[in-house]
């Protein structure tokens, strides 16, 4: 095949050569934006997948993933919402770039993958203001019944085994999924409800729900930013997001 035509002065390009010139530039362009994605100071683009506790994304994710469109104009934020033990697994699965997990201060992450604690989630325990519920300790309300996410939310099973450890058992009146759904439930006085403070703080029913104080059941989760260690520019808009997730958190609280 002949690329150059021989007979011009200076040699030019025949059909065939503007052709494959034309799929060099190409090959450069992808070539140039494979480097990038492998170096952390390069701007970043493309896909981000990102995993958010559910209770967290209904106090911080849309004004999080806001901020982020906007400082990270190039990037496509992918974001799935779930339990942080499913979320882990996902990542763990390289199903997702990086993901917000609750869990203790103390935690220690499969090989290959990195933590880097972010603040502590108060969670507390709710009533209906109606009840003029006087409760010191969980025996002293347990009996009332829960509204709860379903089975595989980690403040359920903590839940759980605190009073499995005091001989109760649990009685679930509601399960349904939702901090702001499980608050109007527990001001209507359908039971008991374990709900992060900033989810109550930004809750239309906060007036109608009491905080108890339980001696004996004080849950101490933590947020924590979960990735593979090798992220390259995938690192500074994943921090950029949690830092905006704890901003509003704050703002919440």
Request: charge should be neutral; include cysteine; aromatic fraction near 6%.
């Amino acid at each position: 095949m002949t690329l150059l035509e021989r007979q011009t002065r200076p040699l030019t390009l025949t059909a065939a050569g503007h052709r494959v010139y034309e799929q060099c530039l190409s090959i450069k362009r992808e070539t140039k934006k494979l480097y990038g994605l492998l170096d952390p100071e390069a701007e970043p683009h493309g896909i981000l997948r990102l995993g958010v506790p559910q209770s967290v994304a209904e106090i911080a994710l849309q004004p999080a993933l806001t901020a982020l469109r906007q400082q990270f104009p190039a990037l496509q934020p992918q974001v799935t919402c779930g339990w942080s033990g499913l979320l882990q697994k996902r990542l763990e699965s390289v199903e997702l770039d990086g993901v917000l997990a609750m869990g203790p201060e103390q935690q220690r992450f499969a090989e290959g993958y990195g933590g880097r604690l972010l603040c502590p989630l108060d969670i507390v325990v709710i009533a209906a203001k109606s009840w003029r519920l006087h409760a010191g300790a969980l025996r002293d309300c347990a009996e009332k019944g829960w509204v709860l996410n379903p089975d595989g939310c980690g403040l359920r099973a903590g839940l759980i085994r605190e009073l499995q450890s005091q001989g109760l058992r649990l009685a679930l009146n509601v399960e349904t999924a939702g901090a702001q759904l499980q608050i109007s439930l527990v001001a209507q006085g359908l039971g008991l409800g374990l709900v992060p403070r900033a989810a109550l703080a930004a809750s239309p029913w906060r007036d109608d729900v009491a905080v108890l104080t339980l001696a004996d059941f004080q849950p101490a989760v933590h947020l924590w930013l979960v990735h593979a260690q090798n992220l390259a520019n995938l690192s500074q808009p994943l921090t950029f997001f949690a830092g905006k997730v704890v901003q509003q958190l704050n703002v919440s609280d």
